[in-house]
């Protein structure tokens, strides 16, 4: 979900991990290159996403549901089914994160990567909070309001770590975010390198293989099981992507599938109940398949100037579309047809999320990186 710029300081590949002689000249990005397909596919994963909140789960498809008061399966059921498969985009969203995070940290020290992470995430998320508590206070009847203590709260994007409830129930990815982060930022600090970087997703697998049946809330929180092979195969496609490929890389990868595609039966049977095993494999496959042909430089001729602006609106769709549209959806409903109400509200926040890019992401965060750089220059000096 994050849409950093590039970091192409390429370090050399250590001797232990050399390539076989049978597997190509270790790729180098170019300096000034750009993944035009990742953005291409963020917004892909973000439409699935919000087009499977507005009708493809198990919320919208009850009797006297609040958001389009009948079952949705009986309104459009082609789309309502196309929709149910739509959850696949958060996973989407967890492997090009460790994709993107592991291309943006390369060369950056822990400072830097702190505040690149701070000025990605919080301008939008902090409109985008505001604005889901404006709505939901103007037009109740379909989500209830956090009171006011809680609300601020989440202006921390910690709320989940002091049990309390999201504004926005979308925000629940974002602390997995954080905790990936967390963990990541250990390997930047001792500077990134092919080995390390391996070790860690050996390291961090291990640990999200043994956390659920050992039971232990700390380990279980900190190795995150649920989305940690999401992010383990994008790092692993990164690697791939600057080093080249070899056997160790493709068996991480692997791993990282067949473990997946557990999580997402998991996911359907205890959260979703609307799609099938066998479809979103399939849907996620296609994806990791994609992303290898970004990773070995298959799409490098993919150069269309309109996927930057489609990847800048990600974030801001992710974080507005769901308790904010659902409310509009509500009050559009018996206005006009169904597809045209679902069609007409993400057209609105598409248009919405631009202006959120450019007056609100962009401004802020220039202001609070020159705020953070100066109070680190300010403890630099004082020391």
């Given at each position: 979900m994050t849409g950093l710029s590039l970091i192409r300081d390429v370090q050399p590949l250590p001797p232990l991990a050399a390539p076989p002689t049978s597997v190509a000249a270790p790729r180098r990005p170019e300096r000034g290159s750009r993944l035009y397909a990742v953005d291409g596919i963020r917004l892909l994963a973000a439409l699935m996403v919000a087009l499977h909140h507005y009708a493809g789960t198990r919320r919208v498809d009850r009797p006297g549901n609040p958001i389009w008061d009948?079952?949705?399966?009986?309104?459009?059921?082609?789309v309502f089914h196309v929709a149910s498969y739509g959850w696949i985009g958060v996973e989407i969203f967890f492997v090009i994160s460790g994709f993107v995070i592991c291309m943006s940290c390369w060369g950056r020290t822990p400072r830097q990567f702190f505040v690149s992470r701070v000025i990605r995430l919080y301008p939008a998320y902090w409109f985008a909070v505001l604005f889901t508590t404006g709505v939901l206070v103007a037009l109740p009847g379909v989500w209830e309001r956090l009171r006011w203590r809680d609300v601020l709260l989440n202006l921390t994007m910690l709320q989940s770590g002091s049990g309390v409830r999201n504004v926005d129930g979308v925000y629940w990815t974002l602390w997995s975010e954080?905790?990936?982060?967390?963990?990541?930022?250990?390997v930047v600090a001792t500077g990134l390198t092919y080995r390390k970087v391996v070790l860690f997703c050996c390291v961090w697998g291990a640990a999200a293989m043994l956390a659920p049946v050992a039971k232990l809330p700390l380990l279980e929180l900190i190795a995150n099981p649920e989305g940690a092979w999401y992010f383990i195969a994008g790092l692993a496609l990164y690697l791939m992507h600057r080093f080249g490929q070899?056997?160790?890389?493709?068996g991480i990868l692997g791993l990282s599938w067949l473990m997946a595609q557990r999580e997402l039966g998991l996911r359907i049977d205890e959260v979703e109940r609307v799609s099938s095993w066998r479809g979103a494999v399939l849907i996620f496959t296609v994806?990791?398949?994609?992303?290898?042909?970004?990773?070995?430089g298959r799409t490098d001729r993919?150069?269309?100037?309109?996927?930057?602006?489609?990847?800048?609106?990600?974030?801001?769709?992710?974080?507005?579309?769901?308790?904010?549209?659902?409310?509009?959806i509500s009050r559009l409903r018996d206005e006009l047809d169904a597809r045209v109400v679902v069609g007409v509200v993400l057209a609105g926040f598409l248009v919405l999320s631009w202006l959120v890019h450019r007056c609100v992401e962009r401004p802020v965060a220039r202001a609070v990186k020159s705020g953070l750089e100066t109070a680190f220059a300010r403890v630099r000096n004082a020391g």
């Open positions: 009948r079952p949705v399966s009986d309104i459009m059921p082609t954080l905790r990936f982060y967390l963990l990541f930022l250990a070899d056997l160790l890389l493709w994806f990791l398949l994609v992303m290898v042909a970004v990773a070995l993919m150069r269309w100037r309109w996927l930057v602006t489609a990847g800048s609106l990600t974030y801001p769709l992710y974080l507005m579309h769901y308790a904010a549209g659902t409310t509009v």
